[in-house]
């Protein structure tokens, strides 16, 4: 039994912007409202499409996966598109979905009846989670858009780069700063044994249930699923050990996965400019709903609760 | 550009505890290492029993739901159970899903084709989300077990409750705490229309997906789904507005709803009691992971990726 200590410091306090509107923003209307400047194009290079087997009624299962830009999570992204390349998931399989936790794809395990092959020239192993490290030599460090940046139960601060959820830590003797991306929902990431150095990419995740951010700096962000998560989600869960499918007839079969840079009608998509003003008023209003469902705004948020805005380009 | 500063007060910290054996606890260990006497057996009239119809293949489908014990979320459970007791859901149905956040059901909506029927004598409404106030008249306030205690993006901190996760934030004054539950995966609230006082808990929603904490103290928290979720988080998405199916073909039947405790063969649960000091422990490894796959513990972890551990009873 304690008495009660005030904990003021740990709220996360974001000001309302002054509004012109009659009805109070949502983040949708935020996003509606953001110029076409605020917009970011993702490079053809940097989007994977995987063609699943088709659904039971027959219509096509597409999943569209966004890869990370430098600097996070290189040279991963490299060995991924040099599989892409070699078509080198085209016949493999979703073998693993665990609720509220991943679905997993790849060459698979020969322990469980399947014969990956040899990987294609060009990948590289073994690496090991990057995280990126700044102010060395007791360089001043800089901050970006310091505005939206948000409190973090798993490191010193959590904030948006060029367009991603990032997490930052600062070294104890305050001269370094480390920063690395986060799983959230919808989080694609290099499936790995138990040595930190064993995953190559040819095998992947996506994130499906609430954000498993110990995962963080043990395994490898490569990516982020910007369209078709409900062809992954709502894949039966596997009921042998650590939730892998216990026949390969369960598997999905995975069609095709291309880079959109190597198709002939690739699909283009866009992201809301996580530097841009509106992405920071979209970021206050998830954190302070107005608008007329809620009746008490939070005060806060947490960083895997703000998706960034992507969508179609026509 | 800012120069940084140092936020070290923002990160929860957990001393590791000492350990005797060989391989660091995991989160499983530590639960499988929990006292008979830890473990808190669940009423069977606060456990509902929701039967789906059967899978394509013929499988039954059982959606296992834990109802909130005082003092949170009355009187909307006393509702469910009056709701359960005159068998209210039988023949209703699943009608609404919708990616990363619910799958809903129950009477449903006249616009959508569906006649909900009368409620039952007893329902009561109308009603708002329900938030426990301790601390008038500058009473001493008193904090549980606060050694697990967690920060929070939502609120002044976390804390599990008599098995549930719960937020806390104290008044301006310092003199007045309040607390209320917490939305997570698998959360089971009140579905209601724009106005808060609409909701008489006929219809209900599981979170199946990233914890959608702008929800708390917006609508009610009235349980959790202990079992089965599966069965709700895999459901096709609806194409409609909103996420409803479009036809009312799509939906899934409700066979039955009970209360445990008006079965001839009741299935029965138990939780880990978020006292023990094995809950303790069991914290304190989630948010510091040591075992074989782990190579940087988080040295933190938020009040929705701490599952409660729950087991069935033989």
Partial sequence: MITLRLMAASLL???APAMAQEEPPAPGSVVAAATPEEWVQIA????????LSPAADGSARRVVIQLLPPPFSQPWVENIKTLARAHWWDGKSIYRVVDNWVAQ???????????PGPLPEGVV????PYVETWGKDGDEIVLWHPRDYLEDNYADWAQF?????TAYAISADTTQLSGWPVHCYGSVGVARDLAPDTGTGSELYAVIGH???QLDRNIAVV???IAGIEYLSTLPRGTAEAGVYAERSEDTPIVSVRLASEMSDPPAYEYLDTASDSFARYVEVRANRHD???EVPAGGVDVCNVQVPIRPVQ
């Avoid at 053809?44 to 063609?51: A, Q, R, T």
């Avoid at 780069?161 to 959820?165: L, R, T, Y």
Wanted: charged share 25%; hydrophobic share 40%; net charge negative.
């Fill in 125 to 128: 192993s073994p690496m090991v």
């Fill in 13 to 15: 306090t974001l000001a």
């Fill in 211 to 213: 954000a498993p951010r």
């Fill in 292 to 294: 007329s469902f809620y």
């Fill in 44 to 51: 053809p290079e940097d989007i994977l499409v995987m063609e």
């Fill in 161 to 165: 780069f060029d367009g991603w959820p």
């Fill in 105 to 115: 794809w790849g060459g698979g395990d020969p322990e469980l009846d399947m014969d």
């Fill in 223 to 225: 990516g982020r699923v």
